[in-house]
């Protein structure tokens, strides 16, 4: 590799034009589209040295600002097992990123040297991008980056950020987890999706229809490929497919945090059961409008809390004992975390917010549940779990054991267990309320959130404030947290919390109470201590 040439190329196509420092922060980089052409080529040169680090595994580079609005983008890498990237290696991100055109070169030598890679070793990067226009401009320049370090590059196109996951793992394991393309994703989806779902479609009061709002974003056009390649087993309608702008007034994000129906959707018979996905399609709300007019949400709590308790019913009708835990973030609501704790009597353990974290948390058990409030979550196997069941799919002689460990796997194959998948969870919740023979009424039944406020506040310096107990305590600045406990204590069933954002510069307040208007005053008093 002659890295004059890398870098005489750098400066004269992918000028570093921006000069304030940018972070690698949970999403990865986010920026306006504009400003990040340097990033991207920059992460090509990363992406392609972590894979020669990793013996040439093959390292995935998503082009996208998930729920941002249109004129934004981003960049977040994928780690061999489709993790997120590791902590160490962000650092090494925001540290290349953030260095002058003059300096790249000896930057990228003092990596290289420092982190041991052998240069001549093979490497491999999987690029895929969401559907904003930008996009194929950012996908060059990453791959530009990959070409200039002599890395192999494979560009898929337009993905969702999930099937970029799919792709890295199944590349990864040599097709273990499926076929590393596009069409291997589908079939491995659709296949234990039609199994599961049998023929008679309809079942109690779960009927087969479907309103799907696509945020525009590359969630609305793989779900039209899905139903290219279903046999008419899930009759879904496909709004906000792509005409209007990405997340504009429309998507998971925005449904959750408006409590609003998107525009872009007919106003449907009442209780229609409603699906929004984000626009890179790794979050999923669901939603429906009563007779009354009167709106309601479905979150990523609530899909948790269906997935987890349906799943500990499938391991006793397999007859075998397997430790089954759900993750959730500060933001889950309290109300949720009763019911597992209480009802479900299923452990809970409670981690800072990011993908990351529940990831890894999730690990610990032999099926671990995790979803964040705003929709991102999925289930994770260990070995020994998937290998028991297959144990008793096979050899039980116990037939009501065999056939629920056969339906089982079917689950298993039916969920994306490299990261968050809209789809996949969606196609997951369908079968399981079609199993219940519930509408989403009946889902709601099952628990009375409490109701809750999120806050912004601008503050000088968002990092003077810094917490513990998976950002539930405040540590900093001295004496916060012990004015927000008397703040609470004025407030039945009050909780609050603080924390620096991630990916913007604000700090957040999170209140409950018992009724709305508590909530309210509740976030807004600890809001006033904030600033
Ligand atoms: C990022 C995270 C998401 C988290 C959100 C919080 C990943 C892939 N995404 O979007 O999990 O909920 O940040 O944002 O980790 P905040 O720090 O601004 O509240
Ligand atoms: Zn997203």
Redesign the pocket.
């Known amino acids: 590799v002659n890295l004059r040439t890398v870098y005489a190329f750098a400066r004269e196509m992918y000028p570093k034009r921006v000069n304030k420092d940018i972070q690698y922060?949970?999403?990865g980089f986010r920026g306006k589209a504009e400003d990040l052409d340097y990033v991207m080529y920059r992460m090509g040169l990363l992406a392609t040295l972590r894979s020669r680090q990793t013996n040439g595994q093959v390292i995935g580079v998503m082009i996208t600002a998930?729920h941002n609005p249109e004129p934004d983008n981003g960049v977040?890498l994928i780690d061999p097992k489709g993790e997120?990237l590791e902590p160490r290696w962000e650092k090494l991100a925001t540290d290349l990123v953030n260095v002058s055109d003059s300096e790249l070169e000896a930057h990228v030598t003092k990596l290289i040297a420092d982190e041991n890679i052998s240069i001549t070793q093979s490497s491999h990067v999987f690029v895929g991008m969401d559907n904003r226009y930008h996009s194929p401009r950012l996908l060059k320049a990453v791959a530009d980056g990959v070409i200039a370090l002599k890395g192999c590059v494979k560009e898929f196109g337009i993905l969702t950020t999930p099937m970029l996951h799919y792709l890295v793992v199944c590349a990864n394991t040599r097709c273990a987890y499926g076929m590393p393309t596009e069409e291997g994703y589908y079939k491995k989806l659709i296949t234990a999706f039609e199994d599961l779902r049998g023929d008679t479609l309809d079942n109690g009061n779960y009927k087969n229809l479907l309103l799907f709002d696509g945020a525009n974003g590359v969630g609305a056009r793989k779900m039209l490929q899905f139903l290219k390649r279903m046999k008419n087993s899930l009759n879904v309608n496909v709004f906000n497919s792509g005409q209007g702008k990405i997340n504009h007034e429309c998507g998971a994000d925005y449904v959750k945090v408006q409590q609003c129906a998107p525009s872009g959707m007919p106003i449907a018979e009442p209780n229609t059961r409603c699906v929004s996905v984000d626009g890179d399609a790794?979050r999923v709300m669901y939603f429906f409008t009563d007779e009354n007019g009167v709106f309601h949400l479905l979150d990523g709590d609530r899909i948790a809390t269906l997935i987890a308790g349906y799943l500990m019913d499938m391991v006793k009708e397999c007859g075998i004992e397997l430790n089954l835990g759900l993750v959730q973030?500060a933001y889950a609501n309290g109300a949720s975390t009763n019911y597992i704790v209480n009802e479900l009597q299923i452990p809970v353990s409670c981690v800072p917010?990011?993908?990351?974290h529940l990831h890894h948390k999730a690990l610990d058990y032999d099926i671990g549940v995790y979803f964040?409030a705003?929709g991102?979550g999925t289930i994770v196997f260990s070995e020994k779990a998937k290998q028991e069941i297959k144990d008793v799919a096979e050899n039980s002689e116990n037939n009501q054991h065999k056939a629920s460990a056969s339906r089982f796997l079917k689950i298993i194959d039916l969920i994306n267990e490299t990261v968050g998948d809209a789809i996949s969870d969606m196609l997951l919740v369908e079968t399981i309320l079609q199993a219940k023979g519930w509408d989403l009424k009946q889902w709601l039944a099952t628990y009375t959130d409490l109701p809750n406020l999120q806050l912004k506040v601008k503050v000088q310096d968002r990092n003077v404030i810094t917490t513990t107990d998976a950002e539930r305590v405040c540590v900093t600045p001295n004496g916060l947290q012990d004015e927000i406990n008397k703040v609470v204590a004025n407030y039945k069933k009050g909780r609050s919390f603080v924390?620096p954002?991630?990916?913007?510069d604000v700090v957040?307040v999170y209140a409950e109470a018992a009724t709305k208007d508590e909530a309210d005053r509740l976030a807004y008093e600890v809001g006033v201590l904030v600033h």
């Open positions: 922060g949970t999403a998930s977040k997120m790794d973030t917010t990011g993908v990351k964040e705003n991102h924390r954002s991630g990916t913007e957040r």
